[in-house]
């Protein structure tokens, strides 16, 4: 009996030792760049108000403007609310310098373009670019100013 355990545990241990195969793929290096990465301070809420209406309306921002401004945001309890509000506020202003809708239906990527370097100062990926050429012919009610309003209610754009 004793050797029988002997022969089990020699049987067992050099079954157990088998060699492994390892299957290794190679992967071509690629390089990944992140053009946003770098923006990490963060704008106060009157900065990003100052800033946005400079970006939508192509001009500076007047001290009256800048103040009534600040007493409606002050005024109010839900300040993400407020920024949407006021935003969506800036771009139905007929003094708004956005692209005319024309220009989206003659080039929808260069649009894209456009926009991205306005409001974030930076062209946008391969994916992005697609996405929102994409979203905006497959959705024909939507004008040049959505685009704008994504892009200026992103996390992104409250970043440096």
């Known amino acids: 009996m004793k050797h029988f355990y002997l022969y089990l545990s020699v049987l067992l241990i050099a079954s157990a030792c088998t060699k492994v195969e390892v299957n ?8 990944v760049s992140d053009d946003h990465a770098e923006k990490s301070r963060r704008k106060s809420d009157l900065q990003l108000m100052s800033i946005m209406y400079s970006d939508v309306f192509g001009q500076s921002i007047t001290q009256s ?3 009534t401004l ?6 109010f309890g ?8 006021l935003t969506w506020r800036f771009l139905n202003d007929v003094q708004a310098d956005l692209p005319p809708q024309s220009e989206w ?3 929808p990527e260069g649009l894209v373009n456009t926009l ?6 930076r062209y946008p990926d391969e994916m992005e670019r697609w996405y929102y050429v994409n979203w905006m012919s497959d959705n024909p009610d939507l004008e040049v100013k959505h685009l704008a309003y994504v892009l200026l209610t992103s996390d992104e754009y409250r970043y440096y």
């Open 24 to 31: 290794q793929y190679e992967v071509d290096p690629v390089e």
């Open 65 to 67: 403007e800048l103040q």
């Open 70 to 75: 600040s007493n409606t945001y002050n005024s």
């Open 78 to 85: 839900d300040k993400q609310v407020i920024i949407d509000r």
């Open 105 to 107: 239906t003659a080039n």
């Open 116 to 121: 991205f370097q306005r409001y974030l100062s």
